[in-house]
């Protein structure tokens, strides 16, 4: 398969290492890592730290699925989908990103209003105060997430989590369905549900631009 170099997936790749934000992120990180985790293990529950926990969950499932089959008549067949947000970092919105902040703060922390209230603000003044140096030039970014921040996995997966959030019903006709920022991995049983949730995630992220 060839494609034209353009429709190549490409992505702004930063670093935000020892900036002057760097200690109010790495704070902002402790925050919301667990909080991450859990938010994103609601329904559906597509939370995935890594590689090796994904792997780990596919063979648990494997291994239940295999007893099913054993006493079936029939062999089943799956469809294996993996799928990837074209430049998502930069893409998402700052107003997205703050309303799923508030959301996930909300749902699962025990911080007071005025404590989540300070939090949402230390997030929108790191990324709003970000310049980005490209050749000798300086450039303020407006939209979306740094991609080399601290805390910038752990936003960016309750960003996406609540961009799902109107689809879940089509996800959970997954067999599987996991999501590691905005690599996702899906295993249906049918061809009807695989088309379901290809459309659904489809219009879930034009709906946010």
Known sequence: MSVDIKEIPVRLLQSAGNISTSRITAFLEFILKPISAEFCKNCPNEFCQDNRQYIGDLLMWKERLTKKIETAKQKPVFYIVATDVKALYPSLHRDTVTKALECALEKHSDYSAEARKIIVELNKICLNKMATQYGDQLYIQKNGIITGDNHSVSLANIAVYCI??????????????????????????????????RQALTSAFENSD
């Open 164 to 197: 799902l959030q109107p689809i879940a019903d089509v996800l959970n006709m997954a067999e599987r369905f996991r999501r590691f920022i905005d690599n996702i991995i899906w295993i249906s049983a049918t061809e009807i549900s695989n088309e379901r949730i």
